[in-house]
């Protein structure tokens, strides 16, 4: 099921419950539903550390010049999302599926942030745990790569 009709077959009887992802997690009392689990207050309490919620990655035979590159424009983007651009928002009320501007900056404070920007030790270490406790669960094989190849 797409993500942005689960709350909809919650409401409507048609699942019994679902997976709530993205902006959606700001409207659950907009379908009369309700939060069983917060997965990311869940991950929180339980490691200490903030929930990775994705990733960039480049291949590291690209190169150093590359992997600088496409930092660079990533900075730059990430700039321009927590500037309050008209553009930004424009564009995130165009692929929204939450069409409240409060939905929308909350949506976009959530991931527009300074992990986003710099992920630090604590962000590296959160990534870390992450990846240790898939490969403990058997969900990913073990790498000797180091986590970050710093551009």
């Not at 300074?114 to 959160?126: I, N, T, V």
């Amino acid at each position: 099921m797409v993500f942005s009709n689960v709350m909809s077959a919650v409401r409507d009887g048609e699942a019994d419950f679902g997976l709530v992802i993205h902006e959606g997690r700001f409207t659950l009392d907009a379908y009369g539903l309700q939060s069983a689990l917060d997965l990311g207050q869940w991950w929180e309490e339980k490691t200490g550390f903030p929930i990775p919620l994705g990733g960039i990655a480049i291949r590291r035979n690209l190169g150093s010049g590359a992997a600088k590159q496409v930092d660079q424009r990533i900075q730059e983007s990430l700039l321009l999302a927590g500037s309050g651009s008209s553009m930004v928002n424009d564009y995130v009320k165009a692929h929204a599926q939450e069409m409240a501007p409060t939905v929308i900056q909350q949506h976009i404070d959530l991931y527009v942030n300074r992990f986003s920007r710099e992920l630090g030790d604590e962000g590296e270490e959160a990534v870390r745990v992450l990846l240790q406790r898939a490969e403990s669960a058997g969900l990913l094989t073990p790498c000797d790569s180091p986590l970050l190849a710093s551009p």
